[in-house]
């Protein structure tokens, strides 16, 4: 069983910058694929990006592709969301997520985190 906890959200001018973390315990991390969903009021929840067990590889929805970045630490057991030039449709809740690759990339990952929200004004 592996537990997730984000942390990092937060208010946020549009422009700016916000970096996400979710530590992970339980399981064997490394092992793990991680992604990052996002949910806004009224949405479902969309994938936003996911990297691989080794960090070779990274998959990222067209809306974020060149302001988000997500990395990981396997050492530190955490996974990282680095999000530029944010704009105020980015505002949501954000949620770590773990898993193999196809699942985490498909969106019915193994393990949700409770998400922390990420508001950007104007």
């Known amino acids: 069983q592996v537990q997730l906890v984000e942390s990092g959200g937060g208010l946020v001018q549009a422009g700016g910058s916000l970096r996400l973390s979710c530590a992970a315990s339980?399981?064997?991390?490394?092992?793990?694929?991680m992604g990052w969903f996002r949910q806004a009021p009224g949405n479902e929840r969309e994938f936003v990006t996911a990297?691989?067990?080794?960090?070779?590889?990274?998959k990222s929805a067209d809306s974020v592709k060149g302001r988000f970045t997500i990395s990981r630490d396997n050492a530190k057991k955490s996974v990282y969301l680095q999000m530029d030039s944010l704009k105020l449709e980015d505002t949501a809740v954000y949620y770590c997520?773990?898993?193999?690759?196809?699942?985490?990339?498909?969106?019915?990952?193994?393990?949700w985190g409770q998400g922390t929200q990420v508001t950007v004004s104007s």
């Open positions: 990297i691989s067990w080794n960090g070779y590889t990274t």
């Open positions: 997520a773990a898993g193999g690759w196809s699942r985490v990339v498909g969106g019915t990952p193994d393990y």
């Open positions: 339980g399981g064997t991390f490394s092992s793990y694929s």
